[in-house]
């Protein structure tokens, strides 16, 4: 069989994993790029006459490890370009990367109606602009791409051909994140089996069951997004959100503006408020949640609270709701969220992206960054460049919606919220494999200079067959 390594190749978004025995071609994950600017993407399709380095017509099955857009947000363009095979996950990440994929359609939308508006400025009205971006997909195409999902349960082994079996593991991470275990029988009966580590959670995160182990295998290709840091605060999340909200909402009365990921970090988040207000923890302020997708992806965490960690479970046994507490407000137009950012009181506003780069957190961290009352708390990574990171560098100035404003505003960083493991979960999870046995690991999903830091650590704890391949590198195994 071969493995050729298509995305997510020392840098962190577009996972893409092109495994082939004989003829049968599975794709693990297939996600969007986000280390390519337009620019780049167009050369790079324009040159392949497609989305993908290969033709989508010849695979047969994708097997998806998690709901995030880095690892889903190309299977519409998957489909679009011919593919006919289904995509096998878990049931709550059909559930999530429905949400997110029909959300990455809006936005197609927009732009193209944006596009749209300008061209029929100048030409004829309601003409269609020609230059339509080949990755672009709309609403269509993602109902038509969710009706070929196949949910399948947790530790369940499923038969993809005499020869293939898959059995989706527990990852932790986000809810229905799962390593993925694929079994291959050659010719002659012999096994071999590979481990797509998929993302790693941490352990104790919050709503979500710890990774579960994975057994022996051949080959395990691992994600590095942490491969060369530590998560150094030590405080529950409780304990680190109780204390920020002290400082930044009560003993100065202020505003507590935290950017976060729509599905997995919000809920996390609300599930943490509503403990607080529980425990009588919670001060008397507004919070409010301002993002459509929050919504929609919160009602999935209830729909399957059955999946998700005992102690949430026993939560929601004791108290019936998981993130529904008094005082939180969930906003759905884009007038009301307009106007919160005007509320006068001190209160939370959580709303997305965590990057802070689109989405409504523009125009509340807009409305704020001035105020010396106001806090801006980062609780996620956030790519070079984005908002987010400038914020994080104690930039003076940003640029903000065309406009150059001061940063008086306080800006705050926690990352006990983060949903990666670190090094030493990494390394953890790592060391459940015999280094006799493993034949080969593969490092992904990681800048390249933590995958190097990681596989130096793994050199030392006796893994020497490491590798970090480059993208298009195939291998043989
Ligand atoms: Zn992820």
């Known amino acids: 069989m071969k493995l050729t390594f298509w995305g997510a190749t020392q840098q962190v978004t577009g ?70 095979g289904q995509v096998v996950c878990t049931e709550p990440t059909y559930s999530l990367t429905g949400l997110l994929l029909q959300n990455s359609a809006m936005l197609h939308q927009k732009r193209l109606n944006t596009a749209n508006g300008m061209s029929s400025n100048k030409k004829k009205k309601g003409k269609l602009v020609k230059d339509i971006p080949r990755d672009l997909f709309l609403e269509k195409q993602v109902k038509d791409a969710m009706e070929n999902f196949f949910p399948v349960a947790f530790g369940q082994k499923y038969r993809i051909t005499d020869r293939v079996t898959v059995t989706y593991i527990p990852a932790g991470h986000l809810l229905g994140a799962a390593h993925i275990l694929v079994d291959v029988r050659d010719v002659d009966g012999k096994k071999k089996t590979l481990c797509f580590s998929g993302d790693l959670g941490r352990k104790n995160y919050p709503l979500l069951v710890d990774p579960q182990p994975v057994p022996q295998v051949d080959y395990l290709i691992c994600e590095s997004t942490y491969g060369n840091r530590l998560h150094e605060d030590t405080r529950s999340p409780e304990e680190a959100l109780s204390e920020v909200i002290q400082r930044t909402c009560v003993d100065i009365p202020g505003r507590l503006i935290i950017p976060t990921f729509s599905v997995g970090r919000t809920q996390a988040l609300l599930y943490t408020l509503n403990k607080l207000y529980v425990d009588h923890n919670l001060p008397p ?5 301002d993002s459509p997708l929050s919504f929609g992806s919160t009602k999935v965490y209830q729909k399957y609270s059955r999946m998700l960690n005992r102690e949430a479970r026993e939560f929601k046994e004791a108290n019936e709701m998981l993130f529904d507490f008094e005082n939180l407000i969930y906003i759905e137009s884009s007038d009301a969220s307009r106007a919160i950012s005007n509320y006068s009181e001190p209160c939370i506003i959580i709303s997305s992206s965590g990057m802070v780069q689109g989405g409504r957190i523009e125009h509340h961290v807009a409305a704020n960054i001035e105020n010396p009352y106001a806090t801006i708390l980062m609780i996620g990574y956030a790519s070079e460049n984005t908002l987010g990171w400038r914020l994080l560098n104690g930039q003076d100035t940003i640029t903000i919606k065309g406009e150059k404003k001061s940063v008086l505003a306080n800006i705050e960083k926690i990352d006990v919220f983060s949903g990666h493991g670190d090094q030493n979960d990494l390394l953890n999870f790592v060391k459940m494999q015999n280094s006799e046995q493993l034949k080969n690991l593969f490092l992904i999903h990681g800048e390249a200079q933590s995958m190097r830091e990681f596989k130096d650590v793994l050199n030392q704890h006796g893994y020497g067959q490491v590798e970090i391949p480059e993208r298009g590198q195939s291998f043989e195994l």
Do not use: W
Request: aromatic share 12%; charged share 25%; with cysteine.
């Open 285 to 289: 302020l507004k919070v409010f949640s």
């Open 15 to 84: 996972s893409m994993y092109l495994l082939e025995v004989d003829d049968y071609r599975i794709l693990i994950d297939c996600g969007a790029n986000f280390d390519l600017d337009e620019k780049q993407k167009k050369a790079l399709y324009d040159e392949q006459k497609s989305v993908f380095p290969f033709d989508p017509t010849l695979v047969n099955t994708v097997l998806l490890t998690h709901a995030h857009i880095d690892h889903s947000g190309n299977i519409p363009n998957l489909y679009k370009e011919g593919f006919e």
